[in-house]
């Protein structure tokens, strides 16, 4: 009736309503409420139509008697069908596609492509979306003895799935409509227009997928809090992607070893989109996009935070040592301004950003704080790192015992050198937390006579002998100063290795285990660079750090460099002065005199500069520096939302290691399997009735790996992990 009615509206404007009227012109229609145009629509747009007056209505601007009045002419029951349609179904309902009846849709020619494709391998939905028809349809259809399989002609069993190269002709078939992988274009359609939340998981029978073995890791993925952020910390907007998609995509390609989402570009999106659960991963900008979006709508640092507790309260005898690093993540880029900072594993003053690392004797890391402008270790243990530590350690002593035992501490934190400050020892313990550390520049030797050899227990289990001794000894400053035990080892060469610590209560044996176990976390900080690209940038783009911060003048610092410098010169030229002296025992009188006089010139400019590097300030207030030379940081939220997926991931490969390394002689050996373990291909078999999905990893090198593959697969298999989002029961078999 509408299109009818549309047929004979005249062209022209016709008033509704004293403010709402219609214009016809040039086959389309136009409302107008007042002056403004409300909305518009073409003549034969019947979805448009009901559209346009169902909101007009919802809106209050005109009545359904005033339609029916108009020279529109609509019904009155009509009307109020499309405004209960409107609130009911929302506005997107006019424009959503009728259901077709399966009669009308599964005609001969549709049957027997729906059996050829069946006899394939392919899965039932894929087959409906490929015929046309829907998947509800097909599925009554199979039921009724409608559709059957047809009789195979590729010789591969209909239980292996489809092969890798079928996928791949599907997969560049896609790429003439939406794009290289994009087989779900239904699913893409309706969450483009709003009509769905977000794309759900559903896996199909396939063989031979890339990387199906990243599946391995989702249990330990999930049980080190993957996704315990969702909703809470992490969230997107509507969309194909949901924020546990990409959340699953950043973790598997960690394990995966994708560094970093450029990296995507060389992998096949449909293949690895199989082990996600979709038709495809996201491309690189638009991941980009989602990890930029979670981070900025959500609080990824609150998340990093929350799991820290929980890694620490899951194991609290781990939590009461914790060792502290910095690592400096160099920047090669020219959009920022960041300061300089000496990187060790170069020997250069490079620009970058520090992160100190917060870790356990396993190297397992709890938590990282980013700094573009720090003071050093001390300064930021001291204002960053302390606080949150006295909220997330577990089984903290209370008050009472602290006051009663003045040697008690709360917890032990370990750090290089840098920290064997009397200032940094005395501000610890004034919330009683302990500390271990090398001694700096230890002059004198203790007699070979007070070391004794003994077994020291490390952390994990091992055991090392070494000599060791110890005394009771003080760490001062000026007029200050605090008492200390100190522990020394001594090696085969003679050398003696020198440990502080304020922890008085605690053993020889445990101090020197703790100190000699700091190797795990420069171990650490190797690996994730080598394998997780820790230094990596994630996100574009620059952040002005606040005008208060205190910096380094850069005018103090190049009169600094000038003193130095001068002072250098100084010390050659005395240096020189003197050999040359005793090589012609003081004959050369002359040439004496005249290097005494630019010694004594030397002198006076070093004097110079020293009084102008004193009377200049060392710090100032970040504002008072020009553009140029004002530090910035990079956008931090990307980079901590990737390093907690990071810390995940890692988490996860060592909880595999431990899960196999009973199988085998080294740990190394057990890591670099599970390394292999999570890239290599794997058929998927889901089974719907029993709500199973078959993960068959492929066979390893050798048959020693078999046989321990094989043993964690039966150990992750007994754990009965469902999957986060289809709640299939994982089942993991070595094909």
Not at 40 to 45: I, L, N
Not at 626 to 638: A, F
Request: charged share 25%.
């Amino acid at each position: 009736m509408p299109q009818l009615l549309l047929q004979g509206f005249p062209d022209g404007a016709s008033p509704i309503n004293a403010t709402v009227r219609v214009l016809k012109k040039d086959k389309h229609l136009t409302y107008f409420v007042g002056e403004d145009n409300y909305c518009s629509h073409a003549e034969d747009d019947l979805a448009g139509f009901r559209w346009a007056l169902a909101t007009l209505m919802a809106n209050g601007h005109v009545r359904p008697c005033e339609v029916e009045a108009s020279s529109l002419k609509v019904p009155h029951r009509t009307l109020m069908r499309w405004g209960r349609q409107w609130s009911e179904q929302g506005p997107g309902s006019f424009y959503r596609p009728a259901a077709r009846r399966g009669g009308v849709a599964m005609t001969p020619g549709n049957v027997v492509e729906c059996g050829r494709l069946l006899s394939e391998g392919v899965g039932v939905s894929e087959v409906a979306r490929r015929v046309g028809v829907g998947d509800s349809t097909l599925r009554k259809a199979i039921r009724s003895g409608r559709v059957t399989k047809s009789e195979r002609t590729t010789g591969v069993p209909p239980s292996e799935g489809s092969t890798k190269s079928a996928r791949g002709r599907q997969d560049a078939h896609a790429a003439e409509g939406m794009g290289t992988a994009c087989t779900r274009a239904n699913d893409r359609m309706a969450a483009a227009l709003g009509l769905i939340h977000g794309a759900s998981a559903r896996f199909e029978r396939c063989q031979d997928v890339l990387m199906g073995g990243l599946l391995v890791g989702l249990p330990v993925l999930c049980a080190n809090g993957l996704l315990s952020g969702l909703k809470k910390h992490l969230s997107l907007p509507e969309g194909f992607y949901r924020a546990m998609h990409i959340l699953m995509v950043l973790g598997f390609m960690a394990l995966g070893r994708i560094r970093r989402p450029e990296q995507l570009r060389h992998q096949p999106p449909g293949e690895f989109g199989k082990v996600v659960g979709l038709d495809r991963v996201p491309e690189v900008r638009t991941l980009r996009e989602k990890i930029a979006a979670m981070a900025e709508q959500g609080t990824p640092g609150e998340w990093m935070k929350e799991l820290s507790r929980s890694w620490m309260e899951a194991e609290p005898e781990e939590a009461g040592y914790l060792y502290v690093d910095g690592h400096v993540r160099v920047y090669h880029g020219d959009c920022a301004v960041l300061p300089r900072r000496y990187v060790s594993r170069q020997r250069l003053c490079l620009r970058g950003t520090t992160d100190y690392w917060v870790n356990d004797a396993l190297g397992r890391p709890f938590f990282v704080v980013s700094k573009a402008v720090t003071e050093g270790l001390a300064a930021t243990l001291i204002e960053d790192l302390v606080p949150e530590l006295l909220t997330s350690v577990p089984r903290q002593p209370s008050e009472s015992s602290l006051a009663a035992d003045p040697l008690l501490h709360r917890f032990v934190v370990i750090f290089d050198r840098e920290g064997a400050t009397y200032r940094l020892f005395a501000d610890l313990w004034k919330e009683r937390i302990a500390a271990i550390t090398y001694r700096k520049a230890v002059a004198d030797q203790w007699p070979e006579s007070e070391f004794h050899e003994v077994e020291v227990p490390m952390p994990g289990g091992a055991s090392t002998r070494m000599k060791l001794a110890s005394r009771l000894t003080t760490l001062s400053a000026g007029t200050e100063s605090m008492p200390v035990l100190e522990v020394r080892r001594l090696t085969q060469t003679g050398h003696q290795t020198a440990i502080i610590t304020s922890a008085r209560q605690l053993s020889v044996l445990a101090v020197a285990g703790r100190m000699f176990s700091r190797w795990c976390q420069e171990n650490y900080f190797g690996y994730m660079m080598q394998h997780y690209d820790i230094d990596g940038l994630v996100q574009y783009g620059v952040d002005e750090l606040p005008g208060t911060t205190e910096v380094i003048n850069p005018a103090w610092r190049a009169l600094d460099k000038a003193v130095k410098e001068s002072v250098k010169k100084l010390r050659r030229l005395q240096a020189d002065v003197g050999a040359r002296y005793l090589e012609n025992d003081g004959a050369d009188i002359h040439a004496s005199a005249e290097r005494r006089q630019d010694i004594q010139a030397l002198e006076t400019d070093t004097d110079v500069l020293r009084i102008q590097r004193k009377n200049t300030p060392r710090k100032v207030p970040l504002a008072s520096l020009p553009d140029g030379q004002r530090p910035q940081q990079l956008t931090p939220m990307g980079k901590v939302l990737t390093d907690t997926v990071k810390m995940i991931a890692y988490r996860a490969e060592t909880a595999l290691v431990a899960l196999l390394r009973p199988h085998l002689a080294k740990e190394d050996e057990a890591r670099a399997l599970i390394r292999e373990l999570l890239v290599s291909s794997a058929d998927l078999d889901p089974n719907e009735a029993e709500g199973t999905l078959t993960v068959r990893i492929h066979r390893m090198a050798c048959p020693a790996h078999d046989t321990a593959v094989a043993a964690l697969l039966d150990e992750l298999t007994s754990a009965a992990f469902h999957h986060p989002e289809t709640n299939a029961r994982l089942i993991y078999q070595l094909a």
